[in-house]
């Protein structure tokens, strides 16, 4: 298994644009897929993103449009690029790997993002 960091987390105002980075400890060519959660205070853990290892993306309703996750193999990193940040996308943002053949999904520490005015 691999051991996630996140960064890239703080406080924007609306409208702002941040973007997240989640490196690997290890190669991310062989992982099945990549993504991000987020959790608001009191609320569940919601998927934000994911990529599978062909390429192929997925976003919540929520950040469609605004919302872009990538990968770099050379830094063994995935990013979540957020533009046009609301109020709503306040959260702590968590990275995670699957892989077949792990007992268990890889989980980031987590980043703060808070939209506000």
């Known amino acids: 298994q691999v051991q996630l960091v996140e960064s890239g987390g703080g406080l924007v105002q609306p409208g702002g644009s941040l973007r997240l980075s989640c490196a690997s400890s290890g190669s991310i060519v062989s992982i099945n897929v990549l993504g991000w959660y987020r959790q608001a205070p009191g609320e569940q853990r919601e998927l934000v993103a994911s990529i599978v290892s062909g390429g192929s993306t997925n976003y919540a309703d929520s950040v469609k449009g605004r919302f872009t996750i990538s990968t770099d193999n050379a830094k063994n990193t995935v990013y979540l690029q957020m533009n046009n940040l609301k109020p709503e996308d306040t959260a702590v943002y968590y990275c995670?790997?699957?892989?077949?053949?792990?007992?268990?999904?890889?989980w980031g520490q987590g980043t703060q993002v808070t939209v506000s005015s």
């Open positions: 995670y790997a699957d892989r077949v053949g792990w007992n268990r999904r890889a």
